[in-house]
């Protein structure tokens, strides 16, 4: 084996090595967050006479999902549907934030105001579309020439599904 044959089977080895690694990466991030480290706010209370509030929560990492087949109807050029929209999977950090409440007639604390999401999913997906081509399928009356049509253009409106929620108390 020449060293230039030899040459071009390690690119390829390490290109589809690269692309599996990169294709297992985002099936390992699914259902996960990033949580986000927020800078102490300490200089605040320097600024305003209130006690700093605590919080604390994540990102969500989108992972993206297959869109659906197109479908041919009779009669189009184009299949329906053509962009499909792309589905687009997450999960929302749990978050929670306390905020020291002062006491209106005296100066000591009346409380700690919490309030905590939980874990929860979220489904969105991208805006897709619908396009018709001026033209109509190949006729055999016509010599195999397509007729004249009016274009029909359309537009899927995106989805955002969720259940969030939320806590609020008072300790």
């Known amino acids: 084996m020449k060293m230039i044959a030899r040459g071009s089977l390690g690119v390829l080895m390490t290109c589809v090595a690269g692309a599996v690694g990169a294709v297992g990466a985002p099936a390992a991030a699914a259902g996960e967050h990033v ?13 305003v006479p209130v006690e700093v509030p605590a ?51 005296s100066d000591r604390e009346a409380g700690t105001a919490h309030v905590t999401t939980p874990v929860s999913e979220l489904v969105a997906a991208t805006p897709g579309g619908d396009l018709a081509l001026p033209l109509t399928a190949p006729r055999a009356d016509g010599f195999g020439l397509p007729d004249l049509a009016m274009p029909e253009a359309a537009l899927i ?15």
């Open 35 to 47: 949580p986000v480290a927020l800078p102490p706010l300490e200089g605040l209370e320097h600024a």
């Open 55 to 105: 919080l604390s929560t994540g990102l969500p990492v989108p992972v993206p999902g297959a869109p659906a087949a197109p479908r041919y109807e009779e009669g189009r050029l184009l299949p329906a549907g053509m962009p499909a929209p792309l589905p687009v999977s997450g999960e929302l950090a749990p978050t929670h934030a306390a905020l020291p409440l002062p006491h209106p007639l």
């Open 157 to 171: 409106s995106p989805e955002l599904r969720g259940t969030p929620g939320a806590t609020l108390g008072l300790h």
